[in-house]
C-alpha cells in the first residue's frame, strides 16, 4: 500500500514563499513520476509540476520561473519550492506518484492561501 503525505501549506501574502513537502510510502518503483497538481474553489484540477525519477521537470505556464519542483529519491519525497505568490495561486495542492496505470497514487491534500 502506497501513502503520499503532504504538509507545508498555509497562509502567505502576496510575494511570499512556502514550500510543499510529499512523502511516500510503501512499495515504489523506482522509475516513476512525481506530480504537484492544484485545485481551486470552483475549478477544475490543473497540473502545476512534474518530475521524473532521473529529474528532468516541466511546469505550467503560469508557474514558469516562480515555482521550482525537486525531489529526493532516497527520501521518497518531492518538494515544490513556491515563490513569488500570487492570489491566484491560492487552492488545495495535491501531491501524485505514478509510474503505471495501475499505480497512480494521490495525497490527501493541502491548503495553500495567497492573501493579504
Known amino acids: 500500500q502506497v501513502q503520499l503525505v503532504e504538509s507545508g501549506g498555509g497562509l502567505v501574502q502576496p510575494g511570499g514563499s512556502l514550500r510543499l513537502s510529499c512523502a511516500a510510502s510503501g512499495s515504489i518503483f523506482s522509475n516513476n513520476v512525481m506530480r504537484w497538481h492544484r485545485q481551486a474553489p470552483g475549478k477544475e484540477r490543473e497540473l502545476v509540476a512534474t518530475?521524473?525519477?532521473?529529474?528532468?521537470?516541466s511546469y505550467a505556464d503560469s508557474v514558469k520561473g516562480r515555482f521550482t519542483i525537486s525531489r529526493d529519491n532516497a527520501k521518497n519525497t518531492v518538494y515544490l519550492q513556491m515563490n513569488n505568490l500570487k492570489p491566484e495561486d491560492t487552492a488545495v495542492y495535491y501531491c501524485?506518484?505514478?509510474?503505471?496505470?495501475?499505480?497512480?497514487?494521490w495525497g490527501q491534500g493541502t491548503q495553500v492561501t495567497v492573501s493579504s
Open positions: 518530475i521524473s525519477s532521473g529529474s528532468t521537470t
Open positions: 501524485n506518484l505514478v509510474w503505471d496505470r495501475r499505480n497512480n497514487y
